[in-house]
């Protein structure tokens, strides 16, 4: 049935994050399973459904152990919410779902709890706000005027904000509103400050008629959806530009081609497909789910390092095991609400996708940002895209194709009946990317090596296994090798490593906007769904590089593009250069002048408002008072410790700078924004304080001792640093992915 190819071992990366968020545990939170019987319960749990198609026990544990093999060879691997809940009490194993948001507070309000629901169970939710009527339109019902999509979008926000997802990760939305909305100038700019809508990743659905207009350089209707009048027209090149502007400012909003989509979805007599799952890759009908897999690239190639081919028969043999897997996954599924379960089993769509692809180019030989890195994306998915309809249409001759098929563009066409509406979707994969020890979906990798940060405080370098078996097979590898390495990432400047291999480890931030958006369109060409994509900038990218990137993604056919800029999202750390003390010096503090002038700023944190009072002297910041709560209290108590050791620093003549990056980035389980800024702490708060106040007193400050300018920290540079770790988030997907513990954010 299936071609057996020795299974690779589970990393420390694996298996830490198995142990975080996918091992049961019991009721101490210890965990009692390990990966072997994790893959043994789901691959039973999905199995179970063979029983519904006349299979007898046989049949039933011959599914069982393929399904197991599959996964525990690291071949296959379905979508989180699978991995955790199947065979459990939840057994809740989609991770996307769309709900509907009506123009009426009923059907809003029923959405807050419909989102509630799924959030709590592990899924996440896309919504199309583009149904309700603009601020200041009419409310017959009471007189009044409307509030608009953007102000009902904070209410989702804030309710997201207290459901976490069954314990394991907080929950995530995508909002989406169409471009030709009246409020969606408003909509761009709902996350130009980091402050809000922080569980929402926003994108606009753009129009063909919007492209149009862009392209004529003309203007282009807005219209009220309550009425269908329409209320004004913008100038595309306009409201585009707005759009690249924020964008470029922290990557938000994305944008969806949403004309395109619905040109491809499967079932238009059903209804219209209006936003997609909270990464982008999943166009769904309001009230429609979907469980998503994703095939390891990695495990294909068949050859020599740096020489391999892609094995395409035993890809076809696995790929057809899992569809049968992800279909089986629909019975098994249990569903927050009825609506959704009747929708998802009339269309039964499911989405196979792909990981470490940047891994089987490495071992093909072939460079990321290369012709022959398309054509063999091409290759690779239109292989998937037909094993995966083939698998389908030989499941709707055993089981029956999906209800819907009577109604969808494939009967009008007269194609073969198939089990399922669409079969392949490419993911970001963050967490089980982790879990197969290979780069996340199609995206190249993030970093040749990097620094992970272990309790006691200590570093250790992870070097990506294909380099470091390079590496020592041609000998070149020395520890001391690793650790620059994992200063940026990347290899291209190491003149120690053989150019063949800086070129074949290109790493995001090494290949142009223009071959992301190449790679990205070579797997839309052959994906019924849609394709997560991350383009990476460099911190110094321009709009127009963003206006670029854009451009091309619609041009060469891609249905949504997200871009991220270093550093985009997050505050960034400056060297002053200043000279230190003499190594040894002791220093007695200055003494306390009769009077000071200084200045409080209040910082909002996770345990409440904190009182940041800076005095200075002449000579600069010279004490600091900090107040939270209650005199007293352990929160107060710490902060009024925190503020006497700083007074003592700074009166001893210590860097103002060096005391706040000491503070800057210690975290606790409490995290919060102030006005844009992401608060770690109140320690974190206290050190941002103290930089404000220094760059007040001194705007030079941001030179560095060579007289450049200031260079940005390699972890502030990417998407911050793990709240629950300390270790490096990749954005990737419109996500932010801890590589080391397997948190995420979006």
């Known amino acids: 049935m299936i071609t057996l190819v020795e299974a690779p071992m589970l990393n420390s990366n694996a298996l830490r994050v198995l142990e975080s968020r ?93 989102t509630a629901l799924i959030h709590k169970s592990g899924g996440g939710t896309g919504f199309s706000f583009s149904r309700l009527r603009p601020r200041n339109d009419t409310v017959q019902s009471t007189q009044g005027v409307s509030s608009g999509p953007v102000s009902f979008m904070g209410v989702f926000d804030a309710a997201t904000e207290t459901v976490r997802q069954g314990g394991r990760r907080r929950g995530a939305n995508m909002a989406m509103l169409r471009v030709d909305h009246p409020d969606i100038l408003d909509f761009i700019d709902s996350k130009s400050a980091d402050d809000r809508l922080n569980n929402f990743n926003i994108s606009v659905a753009v129009t063909d008629r919007f492209m149009e207009a862009l392209l004529e350089g003309g203007d282009y209707e807005l219209i009220n959806p309550r009425t269908g009048a329409v209320t004004a027209s913008l100038p595309a090149m306009d409201v585009f530009r707005r759009m690249v502007d924020r964008a470029w400012l922290n990557g938000e909003p994305g944008v969806i081609f949403i004309d395109r989509i619905n040109a491809n979805n499967p ?156 079969v392949t979707t490419i993911a970001p994969t963050g967490s089980i990317s982790i879990i197969a020890g290979v780069a996340s979906g199609v995206e190249p990798l993030f970093g040749v090596a990097f620094k992970r940060r272990i309790l006691d405080g200590a570093e250790l370098v992870d070097v990506n296994p294909l380099f470091e078996r390079v590496a020592r097979d041609e000998e070149f590898y020395s520890e001391e090798l690793a650790a620059r390495i994992a200063q940026d990432g990347h290899v291209r400047d190491m003149d120690e490593v053989p150019r063949r291999w800086r070129n074949l480890f290109q790493t995001a931030h090494d290949v142009t906007p223009e071959g992301h958006i190449r790679i990205q369109a070579a797997f839309q060409k052959h994906t019924e769904n849609a394709v997560s994509k991350t383009v990476n900038l460099a911190h110094e990218s321009t709009r ?105 620093s700074l009166r001893s003549g210590v860097d103002p700078n060096a005391v706040a990056r000491q503070l800057r980035g210690v975290r606790c389980p409490y995290p919060s924004w102030n006005r844009g800024n992401k608060v770690l702490s109140c320690a974190d708060a206290i050190g941002q304080a103290l ?56």
Not at 696 to 709: D, F, H, L, R
């Open 691 to 746: 930089e404000k106040f220094v760059e007040a007193s001194q705007p030079a400050v941001s030179q560095n001792a060579a007289g450049s300018a200031p260079e940005i920290d390699r972890a502030e540079r990417l998407a911050g640093n793990c709240i629950e770790c300390g270790n490096v988030l990749e954005f990737e997907g419109g996500c932010a992915v801890c590589r080391v513990c397997g948190y995420s954010r979006c």
């Open 544 to 648: 127009e590089d963003v206006e670029e990137t854009f451009r091309l993604a619609f041009q060469l056919g891609c249905k949504g593009v997200t871009i991220y800029r270093d550093g985009s999202r997050d505050m960034q750390v400056l060297s002053t250069g200043k000279a230190a003390p003499a190594p040894g010096a002791r220093r007695e503090p200055r003494p306390r002048p009769e009077s000071v002038s200084g200045r409080t700023t209040r910082m909002e944190t996770g345990c409440g408002n904190l009182y940041v009072t800076t005095n200075e002297t002449s000579d600069g910041p010279f004490e600091l008072f900090a107040s939270i709560g209650k005199t007293g209290g352990c929160a107060a108590s710490q902060t009024e410790a925190i503020g006497r050791l700083v007074s003592l």
């Open 22 to 114: 996918y091992l049961r545990k019991d009721d101490t939170g210890k965990v009692v399973e390990t990966p072997e019987q994790m893959f043994a319960r789901v691959a039973e749990n999905i199995a179970s459904a063979e029983a519904s198609y006349g299979a007898d026990e046989r049949e039933r544990h011959h599914w069982a152990e393929v399904f197991r093999r599959t996964m525990a060879s690291l071949d296959f691997l379905p979508n989180s919410p699978t991995l955790m809940n199947a065979g459990t009490d939840i057994q809740q194993l989609s991770a996307c779902f769309v709900l509907p948001v009506e123009d009426s507070m009923e059907a809003i309000f029923d959405s807050i709890k419909h």
């Open 267 to 422: 079932t238009p007599a059903v209804g219209a497909i209006e936003s997609t799952n909270p990464c982008g890759e999943q166009p769904l009908l309001p009230y429609e789910s979907c469980n998503l897999g994703s095939v390891n690239l990695a495990r294909f190639a068949r050859g020599e390092m740096g020489n391999a081919e892609v094995d395409f028969a035993r890809l076809r043999e696995v790929v057809a095991v899992a569809v049968r897997f992800l279909d089986d996954v629909i019975d098994m599924n249990s569903y927050p609400l009825p609506e959704i379960e009747q929708l998802t089993r009339a269309n039964r769509k499911i989405g196979l996708g792909v990981m470490g692809f940047a891994d089987l180019l490495i071992q093909m030989g072939i460079a990321y940002q290369s012709p022959e890195a398309e054509a063999i994306a091409e290759d690779i998915m239109s292989c998937v895209n037909q094993a995966a309809i083939e698998a389908s249409q030989a499941l709707a001759k055993e089981r029956g194709a999906f209800p819907n098929f009577s109604r969808s563009v494939f009967a009008e066409r007269g194609e073969a009946p198939r089990r399922n509406a669409t």
